[in-house]
């Protein structure tokens, strides 16, 4: 009998190793075992993961399982995470709250709705950790000034900004989940005696011995940093799971960006009136009356059009995620630097749906007509649906229903912003336009994440460039830069998943002509949990094989 281990053997083994990189993320992903955990984010830890990682890919290598799939992921997934730790960004990342690690950690726990007596305890045991986390953190960045790994200066002040309103507020954000009897007790003293002076500390850290040495605004991009090219290219293979350059992406951003101003001049036609594209663009960030009153009219437009595509969802898909999907608003500490909308997945046990936020932030500044768009795209048919289908795939092995693929779960996200309007979910040509105006940011993500990492960009030509050829308020230009600048190559997974979902569609109702059922497509799509988007292309060819075969 061989002592070789399956591939859903290495597979739960790999969910271990990437459940201990990102214990926070694994907890919101349902992954157990580590709900009471913080990163180790020392060197030493990160050479544990790395140790873990090379054995994992050398077992998988050596495979005979029949299981590719499976096999598959865990090629990518191990790649990826020995790319992450030679990237070193725990070292100079320092602001973004989706990136950065201590700013993550402040964003993303309060957002925890603990549920029952082991729950809080872990929650707890978390905040017991706090000192320890934060120094080993500061550690990291002094190694990374040392070895000439410098931030970005404006991320710098931007993270100490952070800190700042996070100390400052009235009631602390860690303070707010509820817990049951002495536990809240225990967390007031915990956060008196261990987590307030941890942060405190970092802030100081940060402002005396980070500040100053930071890269200026016109050296943002990986590409300066020693290694960094290299670096990058490996960042970008991680996101998008295919071997596309920086440079073929870059010329795939500029071309759609000038193929989507015919979108602009038909509808600008008939809302505007106006049917040149720099005008209309023009015309919907200047038009008072195309943003919002209020922070309610946001929220009450996101959750009707999220009930609007849950009702027509049956007759495009044949499975429904069993999971409720809220609305609510970005925490309020987390607006300035928070990207204008994400989901959260629900917990496995049911306690926590899943949740859409979106940024009320200066939200008389930000515009009304993407709302349909992202509503889709954030909650349903968009992540709420995939994620939701993945958990519930009892048959396949978690680590490709529960940890996510950035060019899988994004790419399918904005396939569904163009899939709804199939579905005659938009509301008007103005949320149309909303939906043009979508497809324009992700078109220019990819020019301008390879142009700062790969080219050499400064932020102000990345601003330059959104501000002109996309449709979003300055605040929003501001934030989605810093964001491209400290998370290098994830900005390009949403429209390469997209070009190569709708690419395998269009492929499949070719070779199946009237026998081609969107249901039966979209079900191909997600019934294997999340995977690397060329392992998607032989699921999807296989299918179309198997179904000739039969007619």
């Given at each position: ?10 597979a739960d ?12 993320m ?11 955990e ?6 030493a830890?990160?050479d ?6 090379v ?17 598959g ?18 070292e100079?990342?320092?602001?973004d ?64 900004d ?5 100390l ?9 989940p ?8 225990r ?18 850290m ?46 795939t ?12 001049r ?6 505007f009136?106006e ?24 929220i009450t ?34 607006g ?7 989901y ?9 749906p ?20 992202v ?21 396949v092995?978690?680590?490709r ?26 509301s ?7 939906m ?6 992700r ?16 932020r ?38 997209r ?6 569609r ?44 039969r007619?």
């Amino acid at each position: 009998m061989s002592d070789e281990p399956t591939a859903a053997e290495l597979a739960d083994e790999l969910l271990d190793v990437l459940a201990t990189e990102l214990p926070l993320m694994a907890t919101f992903d349902n992954v157990p075992g580590h709900d009471h955990e913080l990163r180790d984010v020392s060197k030493a830890g990160d050479d544990r993961l790395r140790e873990r990682a090379v054995r994992i890919a050398g077992l998988a290598a050596r495979s005979t399982d029949p299981d590719r799939i499976t096999l598959g992921v865990i090629a990518h997934h191990t790649e990826s995470l020995l790319t992450r730790l030679d990237s070193r960004l725990t070292e100079f990342v320092l602001a973004d709250p989706m990136a950065a690690e201590g700013i993550g950690v402040l964003a993303w726990l309060p957002q925890l709705e603990p549920s029952g007596e082991q729950a809080e305890e872990d929650y707890l045991a978390r905040l017991a950790v706090f000192p320890e986390f934060f120094a080993a953190l500061a550690e990291r960045h002094r190694a990374g000034i040392a070895a000439g790994r410098t931030p970005v200066e404006r991320a710098v002040r931007n993270a100490v900004d952070y800190l700042d309103r996070v100390l400052a507020a009235e009631r602390h954000p860690l303070l707010v989940p509820p817990l049951t009897g002495d536990r809240v007790a225990r967390r007031e003293r915990l956060f008196a005696e261990r987590v307030r002076p941890a942060l405190v500390a970092y802030r100081e850290m940060l402002a005396r011995e980070i500040a100053g040495h930071g890269r200026p605004d016109d050296r943002p991009g990986l590409c300066w940093l020693d290694g960094g090219k290299e670096s990058y290219a490996g960042l970008v293979k991680t996101h998008t799971t295919t071997g596309i350059s920086p440079e073929e992406l870059h010329e795939t951003g500029l071309e759609l960006g000038r193929a989507l101003d015919e979108e602009y001049r038909r509808l600008g036609a008939a809302v505007f009136g106006e049917d040149d594209p720099v005008a209309v663009r023009r015309r919907m960030r200047t038009d008072p009356s195309l943003r919002w009153r209020d922070a309610d009219e946001m929220i009450t437009t996101a959750t009707e059009a999220v009930v609007r595509a849950a009702a027509a969802a049956p007759g495009w898909f044949r499975r429904i995620p069993s999971a409720e999907c809220v609305v609510r608003a970005v925490p309020e500490a987390d607006g300035p630097s928070a990207a204008q909308a994400y989901y959260m997945p629900p917990s496995a046990d049911g306690s926590r749906p899943g949740v859409y936020s979106t940024n009320t932030y200066r939200v008389t500044e930000r515009f009304r007509f993407i709302a349909e768009s992202v509503a889709f795209h954030e909650a349903v048919p968009g992540h709420h649906f995939q994620a939701g289908v993945s958990y519930e795939l009892e048959e396949v092995p978690r680590l490709r229903r529960l940890v996510p693929l950035s060019a899988f779960d994004e790419g399918w996200a904005l396939y569904t912003e163009r899939l709804a309007d199939e579905m005659g979910l938009y509301s008007d040509d103005v949320m149309r336009l909303g939906m043009v105006a979508e497809d324009s940011l992700r078109a220019a993500r990819l020019v301008v994440d390879t142009g700062l990492h790969a080219l050499g960009w400064s932020r102000q030509r990345c601003v330059d460039y959104l501000g002109e050829h996309c449709v979003l308020s300055d605040v929003e230009v501001q934030s989605e830069t810093d964001r491209y600048i400290e998370w290098p190559g994830q900005a390009l997974s949403y429209m390469t998943g997209r070009l190569e979902i709708q690419r395998m569609r269009a492929f499949a109702e070719e070779q199946l002509g009237e026998t081609f059922d969107i249901r039966d497509f979209h079900d191909v799509v997600l019934k294997n949990g999340q995977v690397p988007l060329p392992v998607l292309g032989d699921i999807v060819r296989g299918w179309v094989t198997d179904t000739r075969r039969r007619e």
